[in-house]
């Protein structure tokens, strides 16, 4: 059988990490794909930089990835650059208007361009494999197109962010204020020294609009996103999360409602007898629920060199099988709008913490402010006695509606007694 021959754009982590392994394991992918898979050519900016790999005379050197996705004698490029626009587009665009099927890990990229990307490469009829892209190892992708195509999605839920899961396990374990944490994530190289992508929720947040187009056929949407990062989660949140049998998750949730689709990614308490509760430090899950399946659940390392390169190498081979499915499950003519529910919408059990003076009648003012908007206290916790002092008041809300929740909230921040702005999160049941 002839090779199928691969060019990489990018030799950082992951595409130095996609060499290693095709080298390694050449044998067995060979002997799955029906075909050798050799590597014909690659791109970096760093000709002489040691990257920790073999690198045959034979394959082809480009200083610039565009030229080799115009020019490079190959079937398949893997574009591992990263970026939405700039080279990594180029390279991704000039490949598909070449005929050259393309297999990507980047997620920004496909939350901006993802359909135009699609439309481009379903017209040349070349593949767009992008399994790398959202939670790493875990091939999330594959589930959704294939594995569990025969049902009608009705939520998928996910901690599609390593960096974050990091900071808040760490934070949980340690008692550490959240700067602390980051600051020790950055020396041991688990978060960028530019970590607002991560922590500001919006690298989960390009995951999210993915997975949210696979399951709801839906175009990818990223600008509607409801997005809300980690950096207020405190560590006394984290604490009473643990005291009322919570864990705080970033959390990034696509589901259906008669209201349209909810696309979000926030801080979320969810029970601690859940599953998603006890996926620690840099691992990633993914719960998706479908009407006949019911409930199947996904855990994994969400990057690193290895389980990147794994998952780009499982496109890779699918191509040399010749298996081919539409880029996001249906052709990009069947993805149709079905309406995005605004955030106000949103239906659900809260947490809220309050730091209030301890003086008489202030428990009853925020119980009046809650009554007012139709809003009921599950549990509440009123730690110690401190009179005239502030002293942190926290309860458990009954299912709200959003809008209701912040009018409530409104009413709250505004009582004499309540010295900060009160803390919400919201409690995801699962
Ligand atoms: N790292 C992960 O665990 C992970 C997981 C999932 C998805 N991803 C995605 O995978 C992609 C790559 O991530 P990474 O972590 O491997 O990044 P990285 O380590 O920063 O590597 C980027 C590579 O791109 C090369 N590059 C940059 N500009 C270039 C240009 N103009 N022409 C040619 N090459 C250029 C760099 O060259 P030099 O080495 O010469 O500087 C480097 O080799 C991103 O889209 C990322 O979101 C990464």
Redesign the pocket.
């Known amino acids: 059988m002839k090779p199928l021959k691969i060019a990489v754009?990018?030799?950082?982590?992951?595409?130095a990490g996609l060499v290693k392994l095709l080298s390694d394991n050449a044998g067995i992918i060979a002997a799955r794909a029906g075909r050798p898979i050799v590597v014909t050519a690659i791109?970096?900016?760093?000709r002489n930089?040691d990257r920790g790999i073999v690198i045959g005379a034979d394959v082809a050197w480009y200083d610039?990835?565009a030229q080799m996705a115009a020019k490079a004698d190959a079937d398949v490029i893997v574009e591992?650059?990263?970026g939405s626009e700039g080279?990594a587009r180029q390279v991704v665009e000039t490949a598909i208007a070449r005929g050259l099927h393309v297999v990507t890990?980047?997620?920004?990229l496909l939350a901006h361009h993802g359909v135009a990307l699609a439309q481009a490469a379903e017209a040349k009829g070349v593949a767009l494999g992008f399994e790398?892209?959202v939670a790493?190892g875990i091939p999330i992708i594959k589930a959704l197109k294939e594995g569990l195509a025969g049902n009608s999605l009705s939520r998928v839920t996910g901690i599609l962010n390593g960096t974050c899961n990091y900071i808040l396990t760490t934070m949980r374990e340690t008692g550490r204020d959240f700067a602390d944490v980051l600051a020790e994530a950055q020396a041991l190289g688990y978060a960028e020294a530019d970590p607002s992508f991560d922590i500001d929720g919006v690298d989960a947040a390009h995951k999210l609009s993915i997975l949210t187009s696979l399951a709801f056929a839906t175009p990818v949407d990223f600008a509607s996103m409801y997005v809300e990062g980690i950096r207020h989660v405190s560590a006394v949140d984290i604490d009473f999360a643990d005291k009322l049998g919570y864990r705080i998750k970033l959390l990034g949730i696509a589901q259906a409602t008669d209201h349209g689709i909810e696309q979000r990614v926030h801080p979320c308490m969810v029970p601690v007898t859940t599953p998603i509760a006890t996926v620690d430090g840099v691992f990633n899950a993914v719960v998706a629920e479908g009407d006949f399946v019911g409930r199947s659940i996904y855990e994994g390392r969400g990057?690193?060199a290895g389980p990147?390169a794994s998952a780009v190498a499982a496109d890779i081979i699918d191509i040399a099988r010749g298996n081919r499915s539409p880029v996001f499950g249906v052709p990009v003519g069947a993805l149709a709008a079905k309406g995005i529910a605004a955030m106000e919408r949103r239906q659900g059990a809260y947490y809220m913490r309050l730091m209030v003076l301890d003086r008489p009648g202030v428990l009853a003012d925020v119980a009046q402010a809650l009554r007012a908007e139709g809003v009921s206290v599950e549990q509440m916790i009123q730690p110690g006695r401190a009179p005239g002092e502030t002293v942190p008041m926290v309860m458990t809300l009954h299912d709200t509606v959003e809008a209701d929740m912040n009018r409530a909230v409104a009413r709250i921040a505004a009582l004499d007694a309540v010295v900060e702005p009160p803390r919400l999160i919201r409690i995801e049941h699962m």
């Open positions: 754009a990018g030799l950082g982590t992951v595409g791109s970096a900016r760093d930089r610039d990835a591992v650059i990263g080279i890990a980047n997620k920004a790398a892209a790493g990057a690193g990147t």
